[in-house]
């Protein structure tokens, strides 16, 4: 109702939680209009309306079919919802316009992906980078983790993963420490830039090579930078034949 808009202050009465409230009170009785269709092409017709339509309430947001299923065993929000209890009860109608029973690898991959894209536009007042939260790094770490275990689908897939700041990047990108007796600032250092990136530590390295991460040990072997620590500052070229054999 315009009338109850107070324009000279531009605030409106309602708060967003009270208005959160009247529309999940509104939703069941609109799903029930919905749930009693049935002839076949009007379901053809409110599919084809409501296709990649934000119109499922999760309690104090709309989301499309394809980011709702019934269950899942990583709570992804504000990425994926699970449909709540009082929406439960349309089951088969949710099923209908395209509610899965779980999500996929698929779906965590596409959720590291935005999060990856979110971060690319996202800046403090300094233009910085803003990293990751911490409930943001174990959300990805547990998306990681999970797309890990699929191993049938991992070749298909470009997994991005949380680095060491906060970052969420291209898992081929950067590098597991298999390495850590020596310091990531001194490899930085011998190599004359910071050229390697390095997964979060939350990443175990045996999940990190899955996903595409390359190791820190073979990296250096194979720019022949490899470093034997014999602790201060004393660095030590790697053993072995460093002079061609030719005959004499």
């Not at 079919?65 to 709570?75: P, R």
């Not at 935005?114 to 409930?135: H, I, P, Q, Y």
Request: glycine share 4%; hydrophobic share 40%; proline share 3%.
């Amino acid at each position: 109702n315009n009338n109850n808009i107070d324009y000279q202050n531009n605030s409106i009465p309602e708060t967003l939680e009270s208005l959160c409230q009247t529309i999940s009170s509104e939703i069941p009785r609109l799903y029930q209009i919905l749930n009693a269709v049935s002839k076949e092409y009007e379901h053809q017709v409110i599919q084809s309306t409501l296709h990649s339509t934000k119109w499922l309430w999760m309690g104090n947001a709309f989301c499309s079919t394809e980011h709702v299923a019934f269950s899942s065993i990583i709570n992804a929000t504000p990425y994926l919802y699970t449909v709540p209890p009082d929406l439960a009860v349309f089951r088969s109608l949710l099923e209908i316009f395209g509610v899965r029973e779980n999500f996929g690898s698929g779906d965590y991959c596409l959720v590291l992906q935005r999060m990856a894209m979110n971060r690319d536009f996202t800046f403090d007042d300094n233009d910085d980078e803003v990293n990751l939260s911490g409930k943001e790094i174990d959300l990805a770490v547990n998306l990681v983790q999970s797309l890990s275990d699929d191993v049938m689908k991992l070749a298909d897939m470009e997994i991005y993963a949380p680095s060491t700041s906060g970052q969420v990047l291209l898992a081929s990108t950067m590098v597991y420490d298999d390495a850590p007796w020596l310091s990531k600032n001194r490899v930085n250092k011998a190599q004359g830039s910071d050229q390697f990136i390095f997964v979060h530590p939350k990443i175990s390295n045996v999940v990190a090579e899955k996903i595409g991460a390359k190791s820190l040990r073979r990296l250096l072997i194979n720019n022949n930078t490899d470093m034997v620590d014999f602790g201060g500052e004393v660095e030590h070229e790697a053993f072995g034949q460093t002079e061609s054999i030719t005959r004499r």
